[in-house]
């Protein structure tokens, strides 16, 4: 028994021991903490630079209410309801009214320029047509209507005219073609009989009249067929430029 309270006792003091060390060491490191800080704020702060002063603009020092970013009322309610604006009156049932910034005649005044800037730059909502725009609404449509459909007539009419004017033209040249035809048909066969000896027949006459038509007309539609070759290669060449414009 004496032998086991010896135990406990050297127990206790190896424990009292180790308490004792962990708090020297715990003495110590806070020691070394407290010179660091020391070391620290012994060391010299550099100087802080001056913060900026800020200056209004002219158009800020002239406005009277500072804007804000967040409206007290919606676009919509305030549209509509802008127009009925006013000072607070005593008539209201107001005991009293003070004006903070200007006087009563000066805050009615700010009141009603205001509305009237608002005027100018605010989408009316309860706008509605009356009785006299309809009419006149339905008046010019009516006017309208006749205009175009008088351009319209005057459209197809120049059109009208313009095609008679082409197929005169083309019937006189036609008409001219042949004449030259028949002449020319008619001098090969006066050559022919000069060189025979002989009159030629209405028979002959028309059967080189008719030769010399078909080849009048074969020159004619090549020389349509060129024509035509070449201005489709103008398109072609005319759509290459703008499609190079486009890129």
Known sequence: KEEGE???????????????????????????????????????EEPEEPAPKEELTAEEKALTFRPSEVPDLAPLVLSSTFTKFSVPKKDEGFDDIRYEWDKAAQAEQYVKQWILDKKLNSR???????????????????AVAQWKQKQTECKSSLAKKQSERAAKKKAREAAASRAATKAAARAKLEEMRKEKGTEPTEKELEAETKAAEAAEAAKKKEAEEVEKEAEEIEAEERADADFKTLD
Request: avoid cysteine; charged fraction near 70%; hydrophobic fraction near 20%.
């Open 124 to 142: 009316v909502e309860e706008l509605k047509p009356s009785i006299w725009f309809r009419e006149k609404v339905q008046t010019w449509q009516k």
């Open 6 to 44: 010896k135990e406990g006792e050297k127990e206790e003091e190896a424990e009292k021991k180790e308490d004792e060390e962990m708090k020297a060491e715990e003495e110590k490191k806070e020691d070394e903490d407290e010179e660091e800080d020391e070391a620290e704020e012994e060391e010299p």
